[in-house]
């Protein structure tokens, strides 16, 4: 009878020693992670994912430049080169043609006007050969690039 009585001390004494134990390892665990937060949580001030705000009517959305490009036919040496550039209205765009490829300065930057269109004029350079010109056009954040060749007989 006293085996029996030892073993459920023994039993007893084991739980209450193994919750002491977890609840130490608890609480020093919550010391290493910053004291989590337990609490009921409180309502976010930012806005959910759900709800999007209305745009402003003074700001308009950002819209994609969407570039063409139509690069001209085969030119002869010292013509007029004409460069017909479609994108969104108010676009900026630059050109970029190699110094071979023309004559004098490269045409200056450009607004693309309501219609969408605008064209780079130069007069094409003495040297033959395929050429390429890069037009980079750019609407408040939006850029957007194209390279065309252009070939001088």
Do not use: H, Y
Not at 38 to 55: F, G, I, K, L, V
Not at 87 to 107: F, K, M, N, Q, W
Not at 123 to 146: D, N, P, Q, Y
């Amino acid at each position: 009878m006293n085996i029996i009585r030892a073993s459920m001390r023994s039993t007893q004494s084991g739980c209450g020693t193994l919750i002491v134990g977890l609840i130490i390892l608890g609480a020093i665990g919550s010391l290493f992670d910053g004291g989590s937060d337990t609490s009921t949580p409180r309502p976010s001030a930012t806005a959910s994912a759900t709800s999007e705000p209305e745009p402003s009517p003074s700001v308009a959305p950002s819209l994609p430049i969407a570039l063409e490009v139509d690069p001209p036919a085969t030119v002869v040496r010292g013509a007029e080169i004409v460069l017909t550039v479609r994108a969104s209205a108010g676009s900026e765009c630059e050109i970029g043609v190699p110094e071979l490829a023309r004559e004098g300065e490269t045409p200056a930057a450009l607004f693309v006007p309501s219609g969408g269109v605008a064209t780079f004029t130069w007069r094409a350079g003495s040297t033959k050969g395929v050429w390429f010109v890069t037009v980079v056009c750019t609407a408040e954040f939006e850029r957007e690039a194209l390279e065309v060749t252009v070939t001088i007989k």
